[in-house]
């Protein structure tokens, strides 16, 4: 379908284009610029070319070892939150009720965690994990549990970890819902006639209906996951030592610790280019998927 | 006012929708655009209202170039296969929109829908909303809608398709009432050769993005130029056998042996193709005059006021229909017979050669 | 295979207290025969999907019983009730192939895996689907689909109905008749129960023996095809089936003689008794009245279109108020804008207040 050209509507665009030229586009620049630099600021710059980025990929450097080594911490909690919000929020999806008012009050208990600052979310289970004052903490060294997020950097891991579960398996679950409301009545209908058990239903019908929403929720987690900062720096900071230091803790940490802007900005551009590459990675099975779908379906 | 369309081609992403058309429509006329599904008459109806541009050619109205028009600025007016009409508003409300927009006073508004609602039966349903009302009077509403415009151009596409059978038999009936006393130009769109016949106007045969024939209905029914207009103006399918005219006798593929006849006369020896309509098809036994042929049945679809037997023949299908009600099983065996005055011939190349008289 | 038998049933979706006239579906009894082909036809709301979803178990009536062989099965589930059901748009399992979908439902009853696929071969055979089998399912066409969603049904021997609700919806036009005489030649060959919700009724009297036209809620009639045509009980059974439908006009009736604005036409039967103060009206099909030049013996009437359907011709024409279609001999030319009519008296009906009238031979 053709849309109608309308040159008129450019001028409607040009002031979004300049706020955001003001305010994305320019200071991108300035990174990339410092990343070919070595600086600390003050306007004093020593030309560095690609050095900064070919210390990031090597391990033995210090960068490089750091870098590769939050990345490393990244990866592995992505995988971790997504192996349990994912299955638990279609667990969570599958048995809420489908009409009646208790839609309703369903809908609004899981968007509750959802709609909390992030970083309010952080001093919640800052205080919820402490020993001393907090229900949590107290309650598992009460029960014998030697539990403190602060020393031990398993714990630690524990703590963030259902953090993020408890503040986002509601957005898996709320996307699967929609994904399961949109199936037919006449599925289930024929599942029953063709006297399917209860798992056969989901494997048959269920999941593979969904396929399109779970793949929008694993995308979605998986970018926030691996971009998550304000989380887990209130509860942990990062420690105990560099335990549950992740990219963009440490990012922050050479940026405004030690004012290593050169250093800072080729980590940031690295960082982006990575996500932007898995981004892009989804987005093109997701289409595929689309049009195997149209393909099939032929319209009818 | 005239619309033309002038050697008017639209290409989208390498694909061919409309191939070189050139058609001028007259005021208070009535053009079915008939053809089978994606030949393109959607698009060409999209052209006519300015929602899309040809990639090459131009469209005219009145001898003026409204190519690069947008359709706001036409004076066009569309009713579509899927009942579209505001679903907060009320019938009224829904058939004055377009008067509102225009600005019109409120008591020619108020004259004009109700001629509308008269014309279409509507008034006992002014004050509800579309989702209240059936299919049938959905889709009154969404043609009175565009009949009140007082638009220059009506375009139609497949109105009828998502009514029930019966009553999409009710609206065929009044619809060609409602456009001779509208006086604007009509264009329908259809793939049933039935609403053509019973809208009657003009016909413009599509298939695959070009024009085949154009002519008054009962013209290109009964004269197709080439075989393919008359497959596309035919319902049931055309039936069709392979013959060859040698040594003063017809031979039809599967072995019947016919003498020369009828239309057979003025054939030069070589091999053709002749095709016949369901009702050119007589399931009756061999008679002098007659060339008989031996079917199976298939299956009898039974409409009540006849029944259409598809037969099998030499691995061709045919269908062949009768007044009344028959019940042939499938796997019967049944005698055909075709009268030679009474088929269409076509050469190897799809071209008509042989007709029969007009009566 | 069963024979279905609904006993006083009705069906009311505002509960029981609703009152009659708002019923979704009237109270009826009716049996249908095991093995019998069954169309229900009517018109959109006619309550036919509501009586189909009611034999599937998806819908529990509000009054009456429905009785499979004998055995109440009305608050059975839909599993218990071992019937196959081919729904508007195809319904397949999109991660199997062709030959694990009509697996499915044998897999699930627990049968051995070799029976199986004896099972699963012979159904394929029988809808032509054998050289689909290891295909994935869901990249067949609709009409192949819709096969599938049948085969899922024939493929446990001991089914006892097919259910069909206007499985050719999203069918295209072309591939209908071949669908249909599939269907056709299945039921001949398998005798089961079929039964068949459509508005079409070229659908409803190909496929059925027996086609149960309904209307806001009600049976109308049920009847083979020849007799729905024949001898409509109702003016609606009339108008719907036959295209064009029956011309059904208001007249005087006395004796054996319709009173049609002033003109007299003879009927084949004796009408002494109408009932008093009903709507009189004489039903008949445009097969059965002839356009003739006008005579001074015929009913005399304005011609105010020619409608040339190619094969056949019909007028529309008017007398009075009463506007009628006719059929237009081949070969006749109309002179004029009057015609005198020809009605054949033999199919000529007489209803009182929609109901038809038996007279007298």
């Known amino acids: 379908m053709d849309k109608t050209i309308n040159n008129k509507a450019w001028f409607l665009v040009l002031p979004v284009f300049l706020i955001v030229a003001f305010s994305a586009i320019l200071p991108l620049m300035t990174v990339v610029n410092y990343s070919v630099q070595d600086t600390f600021g003050n306007n004093q710059f020593f030309w560095n070319g690609v050095g900064w980025f070919k210390e990031l990929l090597d391990p033995s450097t210090d960068l490089g070892d750091r870098f590769l080594a939050s990345l490393g911490r990244n990866l592995l909690f992505s995988a971790i939150i997504l192996a349990i919000e994912v299955p638990l929020g279609i667990l969570v999806a599958l048995s809420m009720p489908r009409e009646g008012w208790r839609v309703a009050a369903c809908l609004v208990i899981l968007a509750l965690p959802l709609l909390i600052p992030w970083n309010v979310v952080g001093t919640i289970w800052q205080i919820f994990g402490r020993p001393d004052i907090g229900l949590l903490g107290y309650t598992l060294n009460k029960l014998g549990l030697n539990y403190n997020y602060v020393s031990n950097s398993l714990d630690a891991w524990a703590t963030i970890i259902v953090m993020d579960v408890w503040h986002w398996t509601s957005l898996v679950a709320l996307l699967c819902y929609a994904g399961l409301k949109s199936i037919p009545d006449a599925y289930y209908q024929a599942a029953q006639i063709d006297g399917a058990s209860r798992w056969a239903v989901f494997t048959a019908i269920q999941l593979p209906k969904m396929k399109r929403v779970l793949l929008i929720a694993v995308l979605l987690r998986f970018m926030d996951s691996f971009m998550i900062y304000t989380e887990p720096f209130v509860v942990t900071g990062g420690g105990p030592g560099n335990s549950t230091t992740f990219v963009s803790i440490e990012l922050v940490k050479i940026a405004l610790g030690q004012f290593d802007l050169g250093k800072a900005a080729a980590l940031s551009i690295v960082y982006n280019l990575i996500i932007l590459i898995v981004c892009w990675v989804f987005y093109t099975v997701m289409t595929n998927a689309d049009n195997e779908r149209a393909q099939t379906t032929g319209g009818a | ?359 | 295979m069963a024979r279905i038998d609904l006993v006083d049933l009705a069906h009311s979706y505002g509960g029981d207290a609703a009152d009659r006239a708002s019923y979704a579906l009237k109270p009826m009894t009716m049996t249908w025969r095991q093995g019998g082909a069954y169309a229900l036809l009517g018109p959109s709301g006619c309550g036919k999907t509501t009586l189909l979803n009611i034999i599937s178990g998806i819908v529990t009536p509000s009054h009456g019983k429905v009785l499979f062989d004998g055995t109440d099965i009305t608050r059975s589930t839909t599993r218990e009730r071992n019937i196959a059901q081919v729904f508007q748009f195809p319904v397949i399992y999109d991660t199997m192939t062709v030959g694990e979908n009509l697996a499915f439902p044998l897999k699930n009853r627990g049968l051995p895996r070799n029976e199986i696929a004896t099972r699963v071969a012979e159904i394929a055979k029988l809808l032509d689907l054998t050289p689909y089998v290891n295909r994935k399912a869901v990249r067949l066409t609709a009409d192949a689909k819709q096969k599938i969603s049948l085969g899922r049904g024939l493929v446990r021997s001991d089914v006892a109905a097919v259910l069909f609700d206007e499985p050719l919806t999203v069918i295209d036009p072309h591939l209908k008749w071949e669908l249909r005489s599939k269907l056709k030649a299945l039921h001949q060959a398998l005798d089961l129960t079929m039964i068949y919700v459509t508005h079409d009724q070229t659908e409803a009297l190909t496929f059925a023996d027996t086609v149960v036209v309904m209307h806001d809620g009600s049976v109308v009639q049920s009847g083979t095809p020849e007799e729905l045509f024949a001898k409509p009980a109702h003016t609606f059974v009339g108008y719907f089936i036959g295209s064009p439908g029956m011309n059904i006009v208001p007249a005087q009736v006395k004796g054996n003689e319709a009173k049609i604005d002033g003109h007299t036409i003879r009927l084949n039967r004796t009408y002494d008794s109408l009932p008093l103060g009903a709507k009189i009206e004489i039903g008949v099909r445009p097969e059965f009245v002839h356009v003739a030049p006008p005579a001074p013996g015929l009913l005399s009437a304005q011609i105010e279109r020619i409608d040339d359907l190619g094969r056949v011709r019909f007028a529309r024409v008017r007398i009075g108020d009463a506007k009628i279609a006719a059929r237009v001999p081949n070969g006749f030319s109309i002179p004029d804008k009057t015609a005198g009519l020809v009605f054949d008296p033999a199919h000529v009906h007489v209803y009182a207040d929609s109901l038809l009238v038996e007279g007298r031979v």
């Open chain 2, 1 to 359: 006012m005239s619309v033309t369309l002038d050697k008017v081609s639209r290409e989208v992403n390498g694909v061919s929708w409309i191939r070189d058309v050139s058609l001028t429509l007259e005021r208070g006329t009535l053009s079915v655009l008939l053809g089978p599904t994606l030949s393109g008459k959607t698009s060409i109806m999209r052209l006519l209202a300015g929602l899309d541009k040809p990639t090459s050619g131009r469209i005219l109205v009145d001898d003026k170039d409204v190519t690069g028009f947008d359709v706001r600025k036409r004076s066009v007016a569309m009713v579509y296969q899927q009942f579209i009409n505001y679903p907060t508003l009320s019938v009224y409300e829904n058939i004055a929109s377009p008067l509102r927009v225009q600005g019109v006073a409120r008591d020619e508004i108020e004259t004009r829908v109700r001629d509308a609602a008269k014309l279409l039966k509507l008034e006992p349903y002014l004050h509800r909303t579309p989702l209240q009302l059936s299919g049938g009077q959905q889709q009154r509403t969404a043609i009175a809608r565009a009949l009140v415009k007082g638009a220059d151009l009506v375009l139609l596409d497949e109105p009828l398709a998502n009514l029930d059978y019966k009553l999409r038999e009710e609206l065929r009936t009044e619809l060609p009432r409602i456009f001779e006393e509208s006086g604007a130009i009509f264009v329908y769109a259809t793939t049933e050769p039935s609403e053509a016949l019973l809208l009657g106007g003009r016909t413009i045969c599509m298939g695959e993005g070009r024009v085949l024939q154009v002519g008054a209905t009962p013209q290109v029914y009964r004269r197709p130029d080439t075989m393919e207009v008359a497959e596309v103006f035919s319902d049931p399918p055309l039936n069709t056998v392979g013959i060859e005219k040698k040594n003063g006798s017809i031979f039809y593929s599967g072995g019947e042996r016919a003498s020369v006849a009828g239309l057979y006369e003025s054939l030069s020896d070589g091999a053709y193709k002749v095709g016949f309509r369901a009702h050119q098809l007589e399931v009756a036994a061999a008679s002098p005059g007659r060339h008989a042929f031996v079917t199976t049945v298939s299956v009898t679809e039974i409409t009540g006021s006849e029944s259409f037997v598809h037969l099998k023949r030499d691995g061709y299908n045919w269908v062949a229909v009768l007044p009344g009600i028959h019940e042939f099983l499938p796997g019967q065996e049944l005698d055909a017979v075709l009268d030679p005055n009474d088929l269409f011939i076509f050469d190897q190349t799809g071209r008509l050669v042989a007709a029969p008289a007009a009566r």
